[in-house]
């Protein structure tokens, strides 16, 4: 898939779960479920075991899915991940190499950030989109918002701590996506193979995503 076909999926999604377990097949499985529940983008952390494997197998028998390698610190895991077939490459904090590393590949990249002077950097340096990583504990969707005003053209992320309560305020706010993981992809939902509470969260997920983009339509045909 084509760099611009992977950006426009995850605008046009708006959410991009993060895939934090302690197996490989606990990762397949929740991987499998999302998909299923209507969201076919994943973000697989390094923290996965055999994360690398992980993705080359996803990306062998789901090649219609938007596979990310996450909590990447180095452009060598980031080149084996691009290998295995990954799509997207993000790191928690701001990389500026492994975002020159992205450019250079041509892949999309979703640089961490936290603060003004880091958005501005990960910005400049081309990443696609910035990861507000964690966004919750800084204010959550007050301070995307905060951020927004000076960076209207940025393309945020808000990571961290998002859950079906601020999901909708997040895109209000003004994020392009969100970043979602254990709310989405409940530990106990795992451990217990309960497919169908992701695929249940998923839609709801997916649900908060587009009304609240209905409503920011709506209060821009008013204005």
């Avoid at 529940?37 to 996803?58: D, N």
């Avoid at 492994?98 to 081309?126: C, D, I, R, S, Y």
């Avoid at 969707?141 to 808000?158: C, G, H, N, W």
């Avoid at 254990?182 to 839609?203: K, N």
């Amino acid at each position: 898939m084509k760099k611009e076909e992977v950006q426009a999926r995850i605008e046009e999604i708006g959410i991009v779960p993060a895939v934090r377990l302690s197996s490989a097949e606990d990762a397949r499985f929740a991987t499998e479920a999302v998909s299923h529940g209507g969201i076919p983008i994943v973000e697989i952390t390094m923290t996965v075991p055999g994360a690398i494997e992980v993705i080359s197998e996803l990306a062998k028998h789901s090649p219609e899915l938007i596979l990310g390698a996450g909590t990447l610190f180095d452009t060598e895991t980031a080149k084996r991940c691009l290998d295995a077939g990954a799509t997207f490459l993000t790191s928690p904090g701001l990389d500026l190499g492994l975002v020159e590393f992205a450019h250079k590949q041509n892949v999309v990249v979703l640089a961490g950030a936290l603060t003004p002077t880091e958005v501005t950097m990960a910005w400049k340096a081309g990443s696609d989109f910035v990861k507000v990583f964690p966004c919750s504990q800084v204010g959550g969707d007050t301070y995307i918002k905060a951020l927004k005003r000076p960076f209207p053209q940025v393309r945020l992320i808000a990571a961290g701590g998002v859950n079906q309560k601020t999901a909708a305020n997040f895109i209000l706010a003004g994020a392009s996506a969100i970043g979602v993981g254990g709310e989405l992809i409940p530990r106990e939902a795992i451990e217990m193979r309960q497919a169908d509470r992701i695929h249940e969260l998923a839609r709801r997920f997916v649900g908060f995503v587009k009304s609240a983009r209905v409503r920011l339509a709506g209060v821009k045909k008013n204005h």
